[in-house]
């Protein structure tokens, strides 16, 4: 069984940064992409960016050139490097890790931005 725990979130003043972690156990053999998602309150889950087998990257237009995503394979970890924050990102974060027939969801972890 797949499980992942997204960890990192917190409190943070607009123009800084944050960085979430997505740690997977259970085999990841096979899979196909991770990805980042966010919820803003009383929003749908929205997308945010995606690292596929081959460490290539694409970013929702929102993000782009603020965020990164990185993987650390010895550690079956995910990162999400966020830069210059703003009270737009604020919601909570959620990674996901999908395969060819499944697709598994971490819990979530919060992230605000406010003065």
């Not at 740690?23 to 929003?43: C, D, E, L, N, V």
């Not at 990257?57 to 603020?66: C, L």
């Not at 737009?88 to 027939?101: H, R």
Request: net charge neutral; glycine share 14%.
């Amino acid at each position: 069984q797949v499980q992942l725990v997204e960890s990192g979130g917190g409190l943070v003043q607009p123009g800084g940064s944050l960085r979430l972690s997505c740690t997977i156990s259970g085999s990841i053999h096979g899979f196909t992409s991770m990805a980042w998602y966010r919820q803003a309150p009383g929003k749908q889950r929205d997308y945010v960016g995606v690292i596929d087998t081959n460490g290539g990257t694409h970013f929702a237009d929102a993000v782009q050139g603020r965020f990164t995503i990185s993987r650390d394979t010895v550690k079956n970890t995910m990162y999400l490097q966020m830069n210059n924050l703003n009270p737009d990102d604020t919601g909570i974060y959620y990674c996901n890790i999908a395969f060819t027939s499944d697709l598994y969801w971490g819990q979530g972890t919060q992230v605000t931005v406010s003065s």
